[in-house]
């Protein structure tokens, strides 16, 4: 089965920016959709970003501008990052991969174990 694994957190002041990586496992990685989501303390897990394997990117409004998904398929890694940070962004972000491209966290198949991100004002 896909392994996904995620590293890269950690806690951060507000301004400070971060590279969020994922490293994929078993299955074909170039023609795969992969996408990050995040959920914070008490809240539903949301949508982040995504890039197509045609390297087509979407961005969630609350992100978009600061933050921009990346791949790598020689490395079989997916990059997430993170620019300008606020507290805001503190959350569990999670990879995921899939076999479309979508926005919705239930389209996907496989996801990894997470990595906080934690910012301070």
């Known amino acids: 089965q896909v392994q996904l694994v995620e590293s890269g957190g950690g806690l951060v002041q507000a301004g400070v920016s971060l590279r969020l990586s994922c490293v994929s496992s078993?299955?074909?990685?170039?023609?795969?959709?992969m996408a990050w989501f995040r959920q914070a303390p008490g809240e539903e897990r949301e949508f982040v970003a995504r890039?197509?394997?045609?390297?087509?990117?979407a961005y969630a409004d609350a992100v978009k501008g600061r933050f921009t998904i990346s791949r790598d398929n020689a490395k079989r890694t997916v990059y997430l990052e993170m620019n300008s940070l606020i507290p805001e962004d503190t959350a569990v972000y999670y990879c995921?991969?899939?076999?479309?491209?979508?926005?919705?966290?239930?389209?996907?198949?496989?996801w990894g174990q997470g990595t906080q991100v934690t910012v301070s004002a």
């Open positions: 890039i197509s394997w045609t390297n087509s990117e």
């Open positions: 078993g299955r074909t990685f170039s023609s795969v959709n």
């Open positions: 995921a991969l899939g076999s479309r491209p979508a926005t919705i966290a239930n389209s996907y198949e496989y």
